[in-house]
């Protein structure tokens, strides 16, 4: 087959997720997990044997490639900071890129704020703010149908927003972040801690659907630093309404009502809680988001003009 396609990659802490279209069908969607941590030549030796499978399978190379990142990528395309896999940190994102896909044009883009551009596309909504939580805790906020903050102002970190003073130390070093309290692994340590077990993703997932108290508990402690974080954002910038995504709520349906809960609770008088459901495209926000950047470096929607807001190869 040689049919032209637009790729999404989406970069995760544990795995990394590929997403082939053309026009509007997906020809693939396909995964592969992180090997142990060790060096990033690793990692990139990895996605090299990934992307070569694809090329096989394809036939041909992508018209345009766009990558969401978990990481802080700078303006010369080195990793400034990606704590989840701190062995990436100065690693020449441009160049690995660019040697992966020579004949493609290539873009990159915070996984969070693409997430944001996909459920806004996909709801209709040009003011959302959407928060995912997996393996972190990324999201992205979009205004006018275009994400914020804009060009060269960086990334929306809701992630890192301070949620609780003193509180539980965060990978990117400070205490308190809402990525500290609320992230996948975070909810599991703590409901490990509350059932004086290890606890799975699927024990918990579980033990909600059985409403054991333990669970509840931890669920409702993350449900909480989420409401806080999003009632923050509501008044600074008065999105028209929030999704609730990432593999670990997608998992865990009960936790887009929790915090719906806590938002009614946090809201001001006379003000009303800003509506809150789960994400249109689940845990594939960001993934989608990445497709669709590359369709906009690659010009085909019609919608070149608006590139410059990302980091691109040229």
């Not at 809402?178 to 801690?193: E, H, K, M």
Request: a negative charge; hydrophobic letters at 45%; charged letters at 20%.
């Amino acid at each position: 087959m040689k049919t032209p396609y637009h790729l999404g990659i989406d970069v995760g802490g544990t795995k990394v997720a590929f997403r082939v279209e053309t026009g509007t069908a997906c020809l693939e969607e396909t995964s592969f997990g992180w090997g142990p941590r060790h060096r990033v030549e690793d990692d990139l030796a990895q996605l090299a044997a990934h992307v070569a499978g694809l090329r096989d399978r394809l036939g041909t190379p992508p018209v345009a490639v766009g990558v969401a990142m978990p990481g802080t990528v700078g303006p010369d395309g080195r990793v400034v900071a990606w704590p989840s896999r701190p062995e990436w940190t100065g690693a020449d994102l441009k160049t690995a890129l660019h040697e992966l896909f020579p004949e493609a044009a290539v873009a990159w883009a915070d996984d969070g704020d693409l997430g944001a551009l996909a459920e806004a596309r996909a709801s209709g909504c040009g003011n959302l703010l959407y928060i995912g939580i997996g393996t972190g805790v990324g999201g992205g906020l979009v205004l006018g149908g275009v994400p914020c903050p804009g060009l060269g102002r960086g990334s929306f970190e809701i992630g890192h927003v301070l949620v609780e003073l003193g509180g539980a130390r965060c990978v990117c070093g400070r205490r308190g972040c809402l990525q500290a309290l609320a992230s996948g692994p975070a909810t599991l340590r703590r409901a490990g801690s509350l059932r004086g077990a290890d606890v799975t993703f699927d024990d918990l997932r579980e033990a909600v659907r059985g409403e054991e108290p333990w669970a509840l508990e931890a669920l409702d402690v993350t449900a909480r630093a989420v409401a806080a974080a999003v009632t923050s954002v509501q008044e600074l910038v008065h999105p028209e309404r929030a999704l609730l995504g990432g593999g670990f709520a997608a998992g865990i349906p009960e936790l887009t009502g929790l915090v719906a809960g806590h938002l009614d609770a946090l809201v001001r008088p006379g003000l009303s809680p800003l509506p809150l459901a789960p994400a249109a495209l689940g845990g594939l926000s960001s993934l989608r988001g990445a497709v669709a950047l590359a369709r906009l470096i690659a010009g085909g929607s019609g919608e070149r003009e608006n590139v410059t807001q990302w980091r691109t190869d040229d």
